[in-house]
């Protein structure tokens, strides 16, 4: 099946995604203005990055309740609400600001994780066919996007608050091409007894491996740029832009390898090569071998968080999809604050290259992940 098919299948879910990428990326790449305004060491901002963890751990329960009340509305509703808190870091003056801003985007952006792949799934269901990727790849698009204009934004010296607006507009506009989406499967309440348990961990587990590699490039590729090897605000703002491409390209390639190979097989290949670009970009001299390294990195983690949410949607049923996957996908979605955290902490102590040879381990444990996955039935 074409990319172009599978997105016309998907065209709500899809720029759904494309919302979620816009916002990332533009944070991504305003980390160093952001940290700075708010008056934060490496350590104190990357433990901050965890209030988000909170609006998630919301987003679990309540994204399945919104999603059941407000059926084929659900997504929209979702993305306006997001899109009105696009603001918040760039308002935000001090570490508690700071916090109370990510605590409710990271509810608002859980809640629209959760709605749109479970959309996702109940799409590949209905069709019998493999949209995973395709969508995801659309996240990459918009945060490619987002994150570079950004970077000639600031070069420009432009204030940053505009910026955030300006993104904040674009959701409104995109949240009227979601017309046509699906109704959500029939669902259960957590109450019928369905045992979604381990597949929910194990996918859990690999999405959030996937998300903490990724949000590693995200969050600090700029100030690594930057800061180690003396680059400029739009040389910073390309570290997570190359991740941006390059997961773009991994995720609608995916669509195609997924179709002719395993997709243990391809979560596999794709976590090596991730270990090596992590490496890479760790022990790089210079700005553009840097370059190579997120790209690398990007190319092989952009496929194994929706290979991982794609295999969970398989192993439910229909009735147990949308809790199922609300539980995974805040799971991986929480890698995105968690490593944050944890960049923040060993870079404090040892530096960036230090953390970033971290990386190349956390993602290998993709691989006894995926040797624990339980069989489809």
């Known amino acids: 099946m074409s990319l172009t098919h599978a997105l016309s299948l998907s065209r709500g879910p899809a720029t759904a995604f494309v919302v979620v990428g816009l916002f990332w990326g533009t944070f991504a790449a305003s980390v160093p203005v952001l940290k700075d305004q708010i008056g934060a060491g490496d350590a104190v901002f990357g433990t901050l990055l965890l209030a988000t963890s909170i609006g998630l751990g919301l987003a679990m329960w309540g994204a399945p309740l919104l ?13 306006l609400f997001f899109g009105a808190l696009f603001i918040l870091p760039s308002l935000a003056q001090s570490p508690a600001m700071f916090a109370g801003a990510l605590m409710l985007l990271g509810l608002s952006s859980g809640t629209l994780d959760v709605v749109m792949n479970a959309r996702v799934s109940d799409l590949e269901s ?77 996918c859990g587990a690999i999405v959030l491996v996937a998300f903490m590699t990724e949000a590693t490039v995200e969050a600090w590729s700029a100030l690594h740029i930057e800061r180690t090897l003396g680059g400029s605000p739009m040389d910073g703002a390309l570290g997570p832009a190359m991740l941006g491409v390059t997961m773009t390209i991994g995720r609608f390639s995916g669509q195609v390898v997924t179709e002719r190979y395993s997709e243990n ?36 983690v952009s496929v194994i968080g929706p290979i991982g949410l794609a ?17 995974a996908a805040v799971i991986g979605f929480a890698g995105f604050f968690i490593a944050p955290m944890v960049m923040g902490l060993i870079s404090e102590s040892h530096g960036l290259r230090i953390a970033f040879g971290c990386v190349a381990a956390l993602v290998l444990l993709v691989l006894p992940l995926v040797k624990a996955i339980p069989a489809k039935s």
């Not at 290949?269 to 700005?287: E, N, Q, V, Y």
């Open 265 to 300: 097989s391809v979560i596999i290949a794709a976590s090596i090569i991730s270990a090596i670009g992590a490496i890479g970009a760790a022990i790089a001299p210079t700005a553009p071998l840097a370059y190579l390294g997120f790209g690398v990195m990007g190319l092989g």
């Open 67 to 79: 999603d059941r009340l407000l059926g084929a509305q659900s997504m929209r509703v979702a993305t």
């Open 311 to 327: 295999i969970l949607g398989q192993l439910v049923p229909e009735h147990a999809r949308v809790r199922a996957v609300s539980r």
């Open 126 to 202: 209905l069709h019998g066919k493999s949209l995973m990727n395709a969508n995801h790849g659309m996240f990459s698009v918009g945060y490619t996007i987002s994150a570079v204009l950004t970077g000639y934004a600031r070069e420009a010296g432009m204030p940053l608050i505009y910026v955030f607006v300006a993104m904040s507009v674009a959701v409104v506009i995109l949240s009227f091409f979601m017309k046509g989406t699906t109704q959500p499967a029939a669902q259960d309440d957590g109450q019928t007894g369905t045992n979604i348990l381990w597949p929910v961990l194990i």
